[in-house]
């Protein structure tokens, strides 16, 4: 890679390392990612306001934000437009759909917050964030991130999901398995030594073999 393409390659932040700090203006005021300190944070990017795709997901994370509360989680939306187009925006999807918009916007015109978190991606658009989503844990690690296509929207049930499985790991020192919701039974961990393979099956755990094994919580 020459040195010019260098300077312009996204930059990507990686995951269970801390996520990059910012500040910057939002709809609700200056936030900083540190005032999310012992809160999970979904921080979301799309690519413009008063785009009929976008406007769905807006209203989606807003329908589900008091889920989002109940498992100490906070929402913060950001795209590369002003925060005048911001507050607009959000006052029009008020009056034509009847929805509130509780949570705040960043505005990034400068887009250094959508640079540090690599939401800007060439392929897709040079000047528009794409749809990226970011889970930062309580102690500000970023633990998932999740990238769409401009042309589709987001599963937003999945995020709330996801924040709960990954809730329920550090919790429990357990994994999850394909579709998990709360109350489904988890991952055991596979044992790192041939000694405790042997043992496993005697254990008292739902196994199919020595490295597949489930219980209830």
């Given amino acids: 890679m020459d040195q010019a ?3 312009n390659a996204t930059v990507m932040p990686r ?5 990059p700090a910012f500040e910057a203006k939002t709809t609700h005021g200056m936030k900083k990612l540190s005032d999310y300190k012992g809160k999970w944070l979904v921080l ?5 306001d008063f785009t009929p795709v976008c406007t769905t997901e807006f ?3 807003a329908k589900a934000h008091p889920e989002f509360q109940k498992i100490n989680t906070e929402l913060l939306g950001l795209s590369i437009d002003s925060y005048y187009a911001h507050v607009a925006w959000v006052r029009n999807i008020k009056e034509k759909f009847g929805i509130e918009i509780p949570f705040p916007i960043i505005e990034d015109l400068s887009m250094k917050v959508a640079n540090a978190y690599g939401m800007i991606q060439p392929g897709a658009s040079d000047t528009s964030a794409v749809r990226a989503t970011f889970i930062i844990d309580d102690k500000g690690i970023l633990r998932a991130m999740v990238y769409y296509p401009m042309t589709n929207g987001r599963s937003i049930a999945e995020f709330l999901r996801l924040i709960q499985a990954l ?6 020192r357990v994994a999850t398995p394909e579709g998990w919701q709360p109350g489904d039974k988890v991952i055991v961990p596979p044992p790192d030594t041939s000694e405790a393979a042997e043992a496993r099956m005697g254990e008292g755990y739902e196994c199919t073999d020595w490295y597949f094994c489930k219980k209830s919580l």
């Fill in 15 to 19: 995951l269970n390392e801390p996520a």
């Fill in 59 to 61: 209203m989606a994370f």
């Fill in 167 to 172: 809730q329920t790991s550090d919790a429990n």
């Fill in 44 to 48: 979301f990017s799309h690519p413009a």
């Fill in 5 to 7: 393409n260098e300077q």
